[in-house]
């Protein structure tokens, strides 16, 4: 089992900048490629960013290139999600998520074993 927890959501101005953390626990957190999804309200959840195990490979959707960098830190089993240029189209609440990457794994569909209970980001305009 991997618990994550994410933190560091808020209320920000269009323009602004977050930057998510999620935080693992459980087994090791190396082994597992790390994503970041988001859902707004009445849509479905999408996928944002990931990366892989050691942080060499990174992913994005084209809605966030640019302007969102994820990142992780082994020995800290943490990863983040760095969000600048924030648009309100951005609103949403944001999950992290751990997959192993083997298989049919793909980062940007998974499947993602572990999901974090999210946090809440909104963007004002």
């Known amino acids: 089992q991997v618990q994550l927890v994410e933190s560091g959501g808020g209320l920000v101005q269009d323009g602004g900048s977050l930057k998510l953390s999620c935080a693992a626990s459980?087994?090791?957190?190396?082994?597992?490629?790390m994503g970041w999804f988001r859902q707004a309200p009445g849509k479905e959840r999408e996928f944002v960013a990931a990366?892989?195990?050691?942080?060499?490979?990174?992913d994005y959707a084209d809605s966030v290139k640019g302007r969102f960098t994820i990142s992780r830190d082994n020995a800290k089993s943490t990863v983040y999600l760095q969000m600048n240029s924030l648009k309100p189209e951005d609103t949403a609440v944001y999950y992290c998520?751990?997959?192993?990457?083997?298989?049919?794994?793909?980062?940007?569909?998974?499947?993602?074993?572990?999901w974090g209970q999210g946090t809440q980001v909104t963007v004002s305009s």
């Open positions: 990366i892989n195990w050691s942080g060499s490979n990174t």
């Open positions: 459980g087994r090791t957190f190396s082994n597992y490629a």
């Open positions: 998520a751990a997959g192993i990457p083997r298989g049919p794994f793909r980062y940007n569909l998974g499947p993602y074993n572990y």
